[in-house]
């Protein structure tokens, strides 16, 4: 077996590995990239946050239908149509693979860059085996393999049928009733989705609260909505048992000592994913990972020299665009240009619930326990023109300071189209401005970024 040798082997072709690839390979490098599934753009592309809010939209066109009398158009009830699901998923793959294919397009213009869909193994610190076919030596490399969906200790989880995160992405009907457990970012959203498309929801959650750290006034407001949407939510909820009943499943279990039963068609655990080091041969290596993912420096190097580690694989937060900017961060790093890596408390992210619910920096908790000397200015959307102009008036903008200096440390926000403004607030967080640089800043009316210049003007000090 010949050993071909690479400045950069890239483990991993989604968020955390092919911006890295692309980036070194423009600058010359000589550079592998091995992605094992299907195309370039990993689980954000393919089973997770995009063919979500593809369905996601499909759903929410279809819920608007029902308010067009209050806009003048038609008459009340509105008969909905029915979904046809399967050009939903076509849809869906047509805009999967050209995403996926674009980014191969872009990579393929790159002399230096060679592209492999297979499985690479690593078998010690500068070597690996593709397809335990093809040896290749390297310098430097980055693992980037992802995560997978956690599957829960439940009696009766293993049973056919009972699906994952990805594989209730891959669904092939809309069911008539299912049980979603797990009341995080994934469950929440698909909770909504199927709800809107027709599905009757039950939503378990084992912890007080959905969401987890997110910030509990907004979340409180969201668990509501879903409450009033029709879904059934129990918090508290203990899963006994998963079994086979006649609709397809029964689903046990207990809330404050309560036993109760669920007879639904599909049962999915959505609680959330693991850092997937799966096969990845760090054995060989001195990288060392526990539960929680791969253990890296502050430059995202592990314990073996010249070996870094990008996106899910590194544990919380699990988000696509927070991969993308740790592999730009290594990439510019290994180049020796200067970089600043990415910190926690700068991060954004949106809920594509609905309403959708934005978040950047610290919560209000989070602050108190920092130490900080906190304080909340807040914006009800329900005085809001433009929020009024669209008819999506419930929402609360909840900005968080620090009272002696001013700076503003976390911005969350609940309103439909909060996705939108996660850009100003990212960059108000990141840049450290006071609640006055954003209070001076002129913003356009009506929309809802006016929000961040009234709550700013009007914060108490």
Same mark, same amino acid.
């Given at each position: 077996m010949t050993t071909d040798h690479f400045d950069v082997l890239v483990i991993g072709g989604g968020p955390g590995g092919t911006p890295a690839a692309l980036a070194l390979g423009q600058a010359g490098k000589r550079v592998l990239l091995v992605e094992a599934g299907r195309g370039l753009g990993g689980t954000c592309l393919f089973e997770g946050c995009i063919p979500s809010k593809i369905y996601r939209e499909t759903a929410f066109r279809r819920h608007e239908m029902a308010r067009a009398p209050g806009f003048g158009l038609g008459q009340s009830p509105v008969v909905l149509p029915t979904v046809d699901w399967a050009a939903v998923q076509k849809r869906r793959d047509h805009v999967l693979a050209g995403r996926s294919q674009g980014a191969l397009a872009k990579a393929g213009k790159i002399p230096t860059l060679e592209i492999i869909f297979g499985r690479a193994r690593l078998d010690g610190p500068r070597s690996a085996v593709i397809d335990g076919t093809r040896k290749v030596s390297f310098e430097q490399a980055i693992l980037s393999t992802g995560s997978v969906p956690n599957r829960l200790p439940i009696p009766g989880a293993e049973l056919p049928g009972v699906l994952d995160s990805e594989q209730l992405i891959e669904i092939k009907s809309i069911p008539r009733s299912m049980v979603l457990i797990g009341a995080g970012p994934i469950g929440v959203e698909m909770a909504q989705i199927f709800t809107m498309l027709g599905s009757q929801v039950t939503l378990l959650e084992?912890?007080?609260?959905?969401?987890?750290?997110?910030?509990?006034?907004?979340?409180?407001?969201?668990?509501?909505?879903?409450?009033?949407?029709?879904?059934?939510?129990?918090?508290?909820?203990?899963?006994?048992?998963?079994?086979?009943?006649?609709?397809?499943?029964?689903?046990?279990?207990?809330?404050?000592? #309560?036993?109760?039963?669920?007879?639904?068609?599909?049962?999915?655990?959505?609680?959330?994913?693991?850092?997937? #080091?799966?096969?990845?041969?760090?054995?060989?290596?001195? #990288?060392?990972?526990?539960?929680?993912?791969?253990?890296?420096?502050?430059?995202?190097?592990?314990?073996?020299?010249?070996?870094?580690?990008?996106?899910?694989?590194?544990?919380?937060?699990?988000?696509?665009?927070?991969?993308?900017?740790?592999?730009?961060?290594?990439?510019?790093?290994?180049?020796?240009?200067?970089?600043?890596?990415?910190?926690?408390?700068?991060?954004?992210?949106?809920?594509?619930?609905?309403?959708?619910?934005?978040?950047?920096?610290?919560?209000?908790?989070?602050?108190?326990?920092?130490?900080?000397?906190?304080?909340?200015?807040?914006?009800?959307?329900?005085?809001?023109?433009?929020?009024?102009?669209?008819a999506d008036a419930e929402g609360l903008l909840r900005i968080v300071y620090d009272r002696a200096t001013r700076r503003i440390l976390g911005v969350h926000v609940l309103v439909e189209g909060a996705a939108d403004l996660m850009g100003e607030a990212a960059l108000a967080v990141r840049l450290g401005l006071t609640l006055e640089q954003m209070a001076s800043s002129i913003h356009p009316h009506p929309t809802l970024t006016e929000a961040f210049g009234v709550a700013a003007m009007t914060a108490p000090r």
């Amino acid at each position: 077996m010949t050993t071909d040798h690479f400045d950069v082997l890239v483990i991993g072709g989604g968020p955390g590995g092919t911006p890295a690839a692309l980036a070194l390979g423009q600058a010359g490098k000589r550079v592998l990239l091995v992605e094992a599934g299907r195309g370039l753009g990993g689980t954000c592309l393919f089973e997770g946050c995009i063919p979500s809010k593809i369905y996601r939209e499909t759903a929410f066109r279809r819920h608007e239908m029902a308010r067009a009398p209050g806009f003048g158009l038609g008459q009340s009830p509105v008969v909905l149509p029915t979904v046809d699901w399967a050009a939903v998923q076509k849809r869906r793959d047509h805009v999967l693979a050209g995403r996926s294919q674009g980014a191969l397009a872009k990579a393929g213009k790159i002399p230096t860059l060679e592209i492999i869909f297979g499985r690479a193994r690593l078998d010690g610190p500068r070597s690996a085996v593709i397809d335990g076919t093809r040896k290749v030596s390297f310098e430097q490399a980055i693992l980037s393999t992802g995560s997978v969906p956690n599957r829960l200790p439940i009696p009766g989880a293993e049973l056919p049928g009972v699906l994952d995160s990805e594989q209730l992405i891959e669904i092939k009907s809309i069911p008539r009733s299912m049980v979603l457990i797990g009341a995080g970012p994934i469950g929440v959203e698909m909770a909504q989705i199927f709800t809107m498309l027709g599905s009757q929801v039950t939503l378990l959650e084992v912890a007080p609260h959905i969401l987890g750290p997110v910030d509990q006034v907004l979340a409180t407001r969201l668990q509501a909505r879903l409450v009033a949407d029709g879904i059934t939510l129990h918090t508290g909820a203990s899963v006994a048992e998963i079994a086979t009943g006649p609709e397809g499943f029964e689903v046990r279990f207990s809330v404050a000592g #309560v036993e109760q039963t669920a007879a639904v068609e599909v049962v999915a655990m959505v609680a959330g994913r693991h850092p997937n #080091v799966t096969d990845l041969g760090l054995e060989t290596t001195a #990288v060392q990972h526990d539960r929680h993912g791969v253990k890296v420096d502050a430059t995202l190097q592990t314990n073996e020299p010249g070996i870094f580690a990008t996106g899910d694989l590194v544990g919380a937060p699990m988000f696509a665009h927070w991969a993308t900017a740790q592999a730009l961060a290594v990439a510019r790093h290994m180049m020796g240009a200067p970089v600043e890596f990415p910190r926690p408390e700068h991060n954004s992210a949106v809920i594509f619930s609905a309403p959708e619910l934005g978040m950047v920096g610290m919560t209000e908790a989070e602050a108190q326990a920092a130490g900080h000397d906190v304080g909340v200015a807040e914006y009800d959307y329900m005085i809001d023109a433009r929020a009024q102009i669209s008819a999506d008036a419930e929402g609360l903008l909840r900005i968080v300071y620090d009272r002696a200096t001013r700076r503003i440390l976390g911005v969350h926000v609940l309103v439909e189209g909060a996705a939108d403004l996660m850009g100003e607030a990212a960059l108000a967080v990141r840049l450290g401005l006071t609640l006055e640089q954003m209070a001076s800043s002129i913003h356009p009316h009506p929309t809802l970024t006016e929000a961040f210049g009234v709550a700013a003007m009007t914060a108490p000090r």
